[in-house]
């Protein structure tokens, strides 16, 4: 492998391997149509995003005096997206024993209350970055805690590290610990300024984070939805419809409402950039919602199936009569791991459960594109289409002494080997799968050898 092609001086880089991304949604189109796939790429790079991609043999005369960065026999994609993930819950991922609202009491809100010390929340902050990058994360959509410091001590490391990230303080003013509670117009002050300070600041963008309809009052709500028509690019990040006792709790709790999403809906929260993260226990008429609202689903498994919330009917929500925008979610720390690709593979799990397929395909659809376009970031991120941020993941399938039996020859020559090679990369890849992890066309996690 040549030596790292990136002195400052320099605007352009090249990167050659095999790569793979996606140019349209697999669960609508065939893969030939929503699959790009070349087993022997150039990637240039200017000034951090995507020049052009193509065939290393159609463009190394082009590019002949530009040193290249070779990886021989991996598979190169671009940075995964999480669109649902708690930084402030990373110490507690694996807490056992709970369902959702017995969790929260036992160990979410006595974890979330260190975060009040803005020096933990920024040791914790930098761990969690670290760990997302260690895991192909380039982009992800954050919870940060009550405490509007924990939520400046997250976009201060992102900003260290030139990320793409979504986050904001969590409002909620009711059924929380005291310490943990805030009020409708202290959230709406703090989140304010949070969002004059942070959103559009480099790479980092805000979102209004009510907690969920259980945490916060029709005032708090009411206060959510004006932060919203005062910055209306500005995202909406929630909890929906997770656990059944929970929708029981919110019917008793908003008598007047005609579901959980109505309760948002009348708030004038379900919108474009409104983020649902699980949406269990839906219904067919709020899956209807959702898609006419053009508002975007993260989908948890491994934190549905840990804390026992259900299967979420991704088939429902992918449907061509009302189709909902789709991402995975990690949901760290319910959920019980950083990688969306163990993420992709539980997710495999649930269809299944469903007598339903998930093809790799649409797996890593949802990790990548799918995730930008739920996050409305698809001219931003998700591809290599050119003028794109350059994050970009380096996959090992012969990582493990099991995956390197499972794929002796790393390079898929066709779509249909591909498949297979993909699928096995997901039921038993991890974070030692990823081989380096790029931001903007850096290399920040890993190791280029």
């Known amino acids: 492998m040549s030596a790292l092609a990136q002195p400052s001086t320099e605007s352009l880089q090249a ?21 790009r796939y070349i087993p022997d790429g150039l990637l240039v790079l200017e000034h951090g995003r995507v020049k052009e991609l193509g065939a290393y043999d159609a463009l190394k005369d082009k590019y002949a005096d530009l040193p290249v960065t070779s990886y021989p026999g991996r598979l190169i994609m671009p940075g995964f997206i999480d669109t649902h993930i708690h930084f ?5 991922i694996a807490a056992y024993g709970e369902q959702l609202m017995e969790w929260l009491y036992m160990y979410v809100f006595p974890t979330e209350g260190k975060f009040k010390d803005k020096e933990y929340a920024q040791k914790i902050a930098a761990l969690f970055l670290d760990e997302l990058l260690k895991n192909g994360t380039t982009t992800a959509l954050v919870f940060t805690t009550v405490f509007p410091q924990s939520a400046d001590a997250f976009f201060e490391e992102a900003s260290k590290r ?22 409708p117009d202290s959230s709406y002050q703090d989140s304010k300024a949070l969002i004059q300070k942070w959103h559009k600041n480099g ?40 656990n059944v006792d929970e929708v029981q709790y919110v019917a008793k709790l908003f008598p007047e409402s005609k579901g959980y999403l109505d309760v948002y809906d009348r708030a004038g929260l379900v919108r474009e950039r409104s983020i649902f993260a699980h949406g269990v226990q839906l219904s067919d008429a709020e899956f209807q919602r959702l898609s006419e609202a053009k508002a975007a689903i993260a989908f948890c498994p491994t934190s549905n199936l840990f804390l026992g919330s259900g299967l979420f009917r991704l088939g429902q929500a992918k449907s061509e009569k009302h189709p909902v925008h789709v991402g995975l979610g990690t949901d760290v720390g319910a959920g019980t791991s950083f990688s969306l690709l163990v993420t992709a593979h539980v997710a495999y799990k649930v269809m299944q459960l469903q007598k339903r397929r998930l093809s790799p395909f649409e797996a890593l ?50 779509l249909k080997e591909l498949v297979d090679k993909v699928f096995s990369l997901i039921v038993m890849g991890d974070d030692r799968a990823i081989q380096a992890t790029y931001v903007m066309g850096k290399l920040v996690s890993g190791t280029a050898q």
């Open 88 to 92: 402030s819950q990373m110490e507690m």
């Open 203 to 242: 790479r980092l963008l805000y979102a209004v984070t009510p907690r969920f309809a259980v945490t916060s009052t029709d005032e708090q709500l009411e206060m959510a939805s004006r932060l919203l028509q005062e910055f209306p690019d500005v995202y909406l990040h929630t909890h929906l419809s997770e």
């Open 365 to 414: 659809f949802l990790a990548t594109l799918g995730g930008a376009r739920a996050l409305y970031l698809e001219d931003k991120i998700g591809n290599f289409d050119p003028g794109k941020e350059a994050d970009f993941v380096v996959l090992n399938l012969q990582s493990t002494p099991l995956m390197a039996l499972r794929n002796p020859e790393p390079t898929a020559a066709s």
């Open 162 to 183: 030139n990320l793409r990230m979504i986050a904001g303080k969590v409002m909620m003013d009711r059924n929380a610990p005291d310490y943990l509670v805030d009020t």
């Open 15 to 35: 990167i050659r391997s095999a790569f793979l991304d996606f140019v349209d949604d697999p669960f609508y189109v065939s893969e030939l149509e929503s699959v």
